[in-house]
């Protein structure tokens, strides 16, 4: 159980709900800051401003999946107000508070540094990216269909990154019929996708790999399709992008090009907020569980 302990949970969408439900059933008491356009009904939590939180007593800080942006602000889509954490607050919490977040930056870790604050990474951890790759696969399937006017069984869809996530995707295109090549720059996992049926290449070639691509799959957080590449590219591809924010396609010019894309960084909790908050929550809870044992 969490009695006693303090979690601030800022801003977030559709599956914090989830997360708040599993810590109110675990008997934690939970401030919600950002959630002033929702009904919450759950023991033990209550809707407050960052301005009159008592963060003397706050153990644990809850950021969305998308973390803190770069001007400070943080997302909600349940309110219409500026949210800010800043290092003013995180100096009046205990040595031991902990922020819990999706994806981290350099200005929340700067933050961190400058107090006692110790930041873990959701998405860093493998059982957290794995689970979450089968709604990401899921939408990213959902979404091909809407926005391309041929079957994905046979068509020629390229994913970018076999990672957690690049892995699951590739697979289930695979599994629906699709010819799915897969781009990389690290040999193991180019050599794990010719052992999984795969077409491989190294990234140094994606030029000439996309050229014949119906689809563009990127989970990779770094600009890897740019404008000489998308050059080159048939005009009817279709480019989904699912790296974090500015992502790795250049959008920009695939608008000039008249080329179908979309950047959507969040898309299980677009999806399937409710699986994807169930993943969160059980595995933050078990965090937390281990925080106040280590106490």
Same mark, same amino acid.
């Given at each position: 159980?969490?009695?006693?302990?303090?979690?601030?949970?800022?801003?977030?969408?559709?599956?914090?709900?989830?997360?708040?439900?599993?810590? %109110?059933?675990?008997?934690? @008491?939970? *401030?919600?800051?950002?959630?002033?356009?929702?009904?919450?009904? +759950?023991?033990?939590?209550?809707?407050?401003?960052?301005?009159?939180?008592?963060?003397?007593?706050?153990?644990?800080?809850?950021?969305?999946?998308?973390?803190?942006? *770069?001007?400070? +602000? #943080?997302?909600?889509?349940? %309110?219409?107000?500026?949210?800010?954490?800043?290092?003013?607050?995180?100096?009046?919490?205990?040595?031991?508070?902990?922020?819990?977040?999706?994806?981290?930056? %350099?200005?929340?870790?700067?933050?961190?540094?400058?107090?006692?604050?110790?930041?873990?990474?959701?998405?860093? @951890?493998?059982?957290?990216?794995?689970?979450?790759? #089968?709604?990401t696969a899921e939408?990213?399937?959902?979404?091909?269909?809407?926005?391309?006017?041929?079957? #994905?069984?046979?068509?020629?869809?390229?994913?970018?990154?076999?990672?957690?996530?690049?892995?699951?995707?590739? @697979?289930?295109?695979?599994?629906?019929? =699709?010819?799915?090549?897969?781009?990389?720059?690290?040999?193991? *996992?180019?050599? @794990?996708?010719?052992?999984?049926?795969?077409?491989? +290449?190294?990234?140094?070639?994606?030029?000439?790999?996309?050229?014949?691509?119906?689809?563009?799959?990127?989970?990779?957080?770094?600009?890897?399709?740019?404008? %000489?590449v998308l050059t080159?590219?048939?005009?009817? =591809?279709?480019?989904?992008?699912?790296?974090?924010?500015?992502?790795?396609?250049?959008?920009?010019? =695939?608008?000039? $090009?008249?080329?179908?894309?979309?950047?959507?960084?969040?898309?299980?909790?677009?999806?399937?907020?409710?699986?994807?908050?169930?993943?969160?929550?059980?595995?933050?809870?078990?965090?937390?569980?281990?925080?106040? $044992?280590?106490?």
């Open positions: 159980m969490l009695t006693g302990i303090h979690v601030v949970m800022i801003g977030g969408d559709a599956r914090q709900i989830e997360i708040v439900r599993k810590l %109110s059933t675990l008997d934690a @008491r939970v *401030s919600l800051v950002g959630f002033e356009q929702i009904d919450v009904g +759950f023991i033990g939590v209550s809707k407050q401003e960052m301005e009159d939180i008592d963060w003397k007593t706050v153990e644990a800080i809850l950021l969305p999946v998308g973390g803190i942006g *770069s001007d400070g +602000f #943080i997302n909600s889509v349940f %309110s219409s107000e500026k949210i800010k954490l800043e290092t003013k607050h995180l100096k009046q919490t205990p040595d031991n508070c902990t922020i819990y977040t999706g994806i981290t930056s %350099s200005r929340l870790d700067k933050m961190a540094s400058q107090t006692k604050c110790h930041v873990v990474v959701l998405m860093n @951890r493998n059982d957290v990216a794995i689970y979450n790759s #089968i709604p939408g990213a399937v959902m979404l091909v269909i809407q926005h391309t006017d041929s079957t #994905i069984h046979q068509a020629n869809i390229a994913v970018l990154g076999l990672g957690r996530i690049g892995m699951t995707i590739a @697979r289930t295109f695979k599994e629906l019929g =699709a010819h799915v090549s897969i781009g990389d720059r690290d040999s193991a *996992s180019l050599a @794990r996708a010719f052992e999984l049926g795969l077409k491989p +290449f190294h990234l140094d070639e994606i030029k000439q790999a996309l050229e014949q691509a119906d689809v563009v799959i990127n989970t990779i957080p770094a600009k890897v399709v740019t404008s %000489s080159e590219m048939k005009q009817h =591809a279709f480019l989904l992008d699912l790296a974090s924010k500015p992502g790795g396609i250049d959008h920009d010019y =695939a608008e000039k $090009r008249g080329l179908k894309s979309m950047l959507v960084p969040g898309l299980p909790g677009m999806v399937a907020p409710k699986t994807a908050g169930k993943i969160l929550a059980n595995v933050l809870s078990d965090l937390l569980l281990e925080q106040t $044992r280590t106490q």
